[in-house]
C-alpha cells in the first residue's frame, strides 16, 4: 500500500474525530443550558364537563392545568374563585378554557336572563305546531312574525309581516336542542327584541293570529311588503275602499254631488286703439292732425 494514500487517510479521520469531539461539546452545553432554564408555566382554568347556555359554574364544572406562558388564552382565568357562580352565555366544550366572554356577570340571573344583551327584551309568544314552523325553530335561528287580523279601519282580513330578521333565543322552556340536536315542538318561542319590537309582538299576539316564517341567519336583507287582503287571496286584484266610522259608530254620510256651474260668456272685443295724431307748431300757432287707422291685413 502506497505510504502517501495511508498518510492521507490518517489525517482525514484525525480531522473528522476533531470535528465530531467539537459538535458533541456544543450540543452537550446547549442540552444542559436548556434543562437548567425553568419552564414558566401558569394555571389555567378549564371545564371538567360540557358546558350549555344558562348554566351555572360550579366547583365541580371546571378544573386547573398548568400550561406555558406563552400560550395562555387572552380573556382566561388562573383561579376557580372568578369563574364560579357566574352563568354561561355561550356553550363551552369539555376541558375548553373558560374565558371573559362566555361568562355573565355574577349575580346576573339564571337561564336565559343572562343572554339578553343590555337594551334589548326577550319576548315570548304563543304558536302551535303550525306556527311555529312545525318544530324546526331551534335556538340561535332567525324568524319573521307574521300576523292576520282585521284592520279596524280595513272592510277585509289582511295578513301583514309585523317584523323581520328576529333572534330565537328559545323554544319553550329550553334554550337548547335535545340531546341528538333536534328541535322539540312547544307552544311558545321567546324571541330577542328592542323595547319598541316587544310592544309590537305583544300587540300582535292580542289582536291577531301570529305565524312565524324561518329565514336563513345569513340573510340580513329586510323585505318591504305591502300586505295581503283575503279578497286578494281568491284571485281579486281589487282592493276595497276604506269606509271610516262617523262618530257614535254610525257609518259616514255620503258625500254630496258636485254642483255643475255654467260657464260666464266671454269678455267683450277690446275697443279699437286711438288715431294717430300729430302736433304742428308754426310761430304762435298749434294744430293737430289727425291720421285715419290702417285697416288689419287678413
Do not use: W
Amino acid at each position: 500500500m502506497d505510504r502517501r494514500f495511508i498518510t492521507v487517510l490518517g489525517v482525514s479521520l484525525l480531522f473528522a474525530l476533531l470535528v465530531s469531539g467539537v459538535f458533541y461539546q456544543m450540543t452537550g452545553r446547549s442540552n444542559t443550558a436548556r434543562k437548567a432554564e425553568p419552564l414558566d408555566e401558569r394555571d389555567l382554568v378549564v371545564t371538567a364537563r360540557p358546558l350549555g347556555v344558562g348554566v351555572m359554574v360550579k366547583p365541580a364544572d371546571v378544573k386547573v392545568v398548568k400550561v406555558a406562558a406563552s400560550a395562555f388564552p387572552k380573556g382566561a382565568f388562573s383561579k376557580v374563585e372568578d369563574v364560579l357562580d357566574r352563568p354561561v352565555i355561550s356553550n363551552v366544550l369539555l376541558e375548553e378554557p373558560l374565558l371573559e366572554g362566555r361568562l355573565a356577570a355574577k349575580g346576573s340571573g339564571l337561564g336565559l336572563a343572562p343572554t339578553i344583551p343590555v337594551g334589548m327584551r326577550a319576548v315570548t309568544v304563543r304558536v302551535n305546531d303550525v306556527a311555529g314552523v312545525a318544530g324546526f325553530v331551534l335556538p340561535g335561528m332567525r324568524v319573521d312574525v307574521l300576523v292576520t287580523g282585521h284592520p279596524p279601519s280595513g272592510a277585509e282580513d289582511l295578513t301583514a309581516t309585523a317584523l323581520q330578521n328576529m333572534l330565537v333565543l328559545s323554544a319553550g322552556t329550553t334554550i337548547q336542542p335535545d340531546a341528538r340536536g333536534q328541535a322539540m315542538p312547544s307552544p311558545t318561542v321567546t324571541l330577542l327584541a328592542t323595547p319598541e319590537q316587544s310592544e309590537t309582538l305583544t300587540l300582535a299576539g292580542n289582536e291577531g293570529r301570529i305565524q312565524l316564517v324561518l329565514r336563513n341567519s345569513s340573510d340580513q336583507t329586510i323585505q318591504k311588503t305591502p300586505g295581503r287582503y283575503i279578497s286578494e287571496l281568491y284571485g281579486s286584484s281589487e282592493r276595497k275602499p276604506v269606509v271610516k266610522a262617523a262618530a257614535g259608530g254610525a257609518a259616514a254620510p255620503p258625500r254630496p254631488r258636485p254642483v255643475v256651474v255654467a260657464a260666464a260668456p266671454p269678455p267683450p272685443p277690446p275697443p279699437p286703439p286711438a288715431p294717430d295724431q300729430i302736433v304742428m307748431i308754426r310761430g304762435t300757432l298749434r294744430s293737430v292732425e289727425t291720421i285715419p287707422n290702417r285697416p288689419a291685413a287678413n
